[in-house]
């Protein structure tokens, strides 16, 4: 794997023995601290899991799964990889939804209102179902074009049905163009979204995304990529309420136009975030009024 050019073949070559093992990460790093052997059928299945790997296939394609902030998701083709950059967009969204519900207590309602979030371009699910499972008494809703993508979504809410009703919330999915369908859901406390935003001018050169991301949920349209992330940006300044928070991912060169469309669609106090290696990855901004 390392000749094939991955860059982490020892955590790659463990996750995929913990696979075919069907042990987690740790309990795997136990049994090696010990010893242990493994059986022939398996010791083949690992072999198979290598040579895939070794040509490229992502890791999650080969076990099927992904992990985002404490979510278990499946996938496979025909879906976006969550990326764990991605899982920041969260952060905000809890901030925001505390911070709703603070102001209600201090009116003197004294009751936990549900908090409405809207998840574009929704993939996996994984966005979502984060927000469902970690902002208690949420009413999510979750739009996604693709059919492919829509019954890997549909599989992850079920899947965690009982997670996301244990947390108070519930999550429903629509099938659709963004722009048909966000205007009949709102309005929205909160706006959560990861777009497709990659410019054309710079196609990403790694086999794992070029073979195996589906490329409507990659690029963003026109050379800077913009095209896609500005009609989302406006969507949302539709859909959210007075007070309401849009919480969008981008690409390292899109902060400043991110900017520009938030402003172009109402929307004020836009600020631009990084993520863990210090990037441009993120945009908030605050919907005061109505566009």
């Given at each position: 794997?390392?000749?094939?050019?991955?860059?982490?073949?020892?955590?790659?070559?463990?996750?995929?023995?913990?696979?075919?093992?069907?042990l987690t990460h740790k309990e795997l790093s136990l049994r090696l601290l010990r010893g242990f052997d493994v059986p022939t059928e398996q010791a083949r299945?690992?072999?198979?899991?290598?040579?895939r790997r070794a040509a490229r296939e992502p890791l999650q394609h080969i076990?099927?799964?992904?992990g985002f902030r404490h979510l278990d998701l499946r996938l496979g083709p025909g879906v976006f990889i969550p990326r764990p950059e991605t899982e920041l967009?969260?952060?905000?969204?809890?901030?925001?939804?505390?911070?709703?519900?603070?102001?209600?207590?201090?009116?003197?309602?004294?009751?936990?209102?549900?908090?409405?979030?809207?998840?574009?371009?929704t993939g996996t699910g994984a966005l979502a179902l984060a927000a469902a499972t970690?902002?208690?008494?949420?009413?999510?809703?979750?739009?996604?074009?693709?059919?492919?993508?829509?019954?890997?979504?549909?599989?992850?809410?079920?899947?965690?049905?009982?997670?996301?009703?244990?947390?108070?919330?519930?999550v429903t999915l629509h099938a659709g163009d963004v722009a048909e369908?966000?205007?009949?859901?709102?309005?929205?406390?909160?706006?959560?979204?990861?777009?497709?935003?990659?410019?054309?001018?710079?196609?990403?050169?790694?086999?794992e995304v070029t073979g195996y991301d589906p490329a409507i949920a990659l690029y963003g349209g026109g050379a800077d990529g913009m095209e896609t992330p500005a009609r989302i940006i406006a969507l949302a300044a539709e859909a959210l309420r007075p007070g309401g928070l849009l919480v969008l991912e981008h690409d390292?060169?899109?902060?400043?136009?991110?900017?520009?469309?938030c402003a172009a669609a109402g929307l004020s106090g836009a600020a631009t975030h990084t993520d863990y290696t210090g990037r441009d990855r993120f945009t908030t901004a605050e919907c005061l009024e109505r566009p």
């Open positions: 794997m390392a000749e094939a050019g991955i860059d982490t073949p020892g955590t790659d070559a463990r996750l995929l023995l913990a696979h075919v093992l069907g299945g690992f072999e198979d899991c290598l040579t076990t099927g799964t992904t967009l969260i952060d905000p969204a809890i901030a925001h939804a505390a911070a709703l519900r603070c102001g209600d207590e201090h009116t003197g309602n004294g009751q936990a209102r549900v908090i409405r979030i809207l998840d574009m371009c970690e902002i208690p008494g949420s009413e999510v809703h979750a739009v996604e074009l693709s059919a492919e993508a829509c019954r890997w979504a549909e599989h992850n809410i079920a899947a965690m049905s009982d997670a996301v009703a244990a947390a108070g919330s519930t369908v966000v205007p009949e859901l709102g309005p929205f406390d909160i706006v959560v979204t990861n777009p497709p935003y990659v410019p054309e001018a710079t196609q990403p050169d790694i086999p390292e060169t899109q902060a400043a136009a991110v900017k520009q469309a």
